[in-house]
């Protein structure tokens, strides 16, 4: 198959499968942050296939088809501000050789994600009064989650290039 075509077509299956999990996250607002967050998987399948290229192209398009689709817009937030491009900047950050800065530049990003989420949509999202000691200790935790979800990502890549990945 001509790469270009692979491109598109895998371009095209990875956005629908990420619409189904944003419509979700819509259908069942307990598991918001759970399907949100399996959306951007399929960004990481799409990075793993065909690169950085191709993940942009399933993050625009399901960003199109989100804000058109999906009826609770908090998804589509959480998603463009953080989820959806993240496996796109981890890809990029995992090429530095130090640790430290890689882990630096990835928790950099989240914290500029979550400042904009939190300065800009954070009533609308979140409710933060629920934290007695505030603002803080939330960032804190969600950074603790965050390192989760970076490790929960790496190994599920891992995961799919053993098993499907060239086959």
């Known amino acids: 198959m001509n790469r270009k075509t692979r491109v598109i077509t895998t371009s095209a299956l990875l956005t629908s499968l990420t619409m ?15 399907f949100v967050a399996a959306a951007s998987l399929f960004v990481v399948v799409q990075v793993i296939e065909n690169g950085i290229k191709g993940g ?3 993050f625009a398009g399901s960003t199109l088809l989100g804000f058109l689709i999906v009826p609770d817009k908090t998804s589509m937030i959480l998603y463009v501000l953080f989820f959806g491009y993240y496996p796109i900047v981890k ?3 995992e090429r530095v050789d130090n640790v430290f800065l890689r882990w630096g530049i990835k928790l950099l990003v989240m914290n500029a994600s979550l400042w904009v989420i939190l300065r800009f949509f954070g009533e609308l999202i979140f409710d933060l009064s629920q934290f007695e000691y505030g603002v803080w ?3 804190a935790m969600f950074d603790l989650a965050f390192i989760l979800f970076d490790i929960a990502i790496t190994r599920l890549a891992s995961l799919y290039i053993r098993r499907f990945h060239k086959k």
Do not use: D, I, K, R
């Open 20 to 34: 189904v999990f944003l419509y979700l996250s819509s259908v069942f607002p307990t598991m918001q942050l759970t």
């Open 56 to 58: 942009l192209f399933v």
């Open 91 to 93: 890809s990029l950050a």
């Open 137 to 139: 200790v939330f960032a």
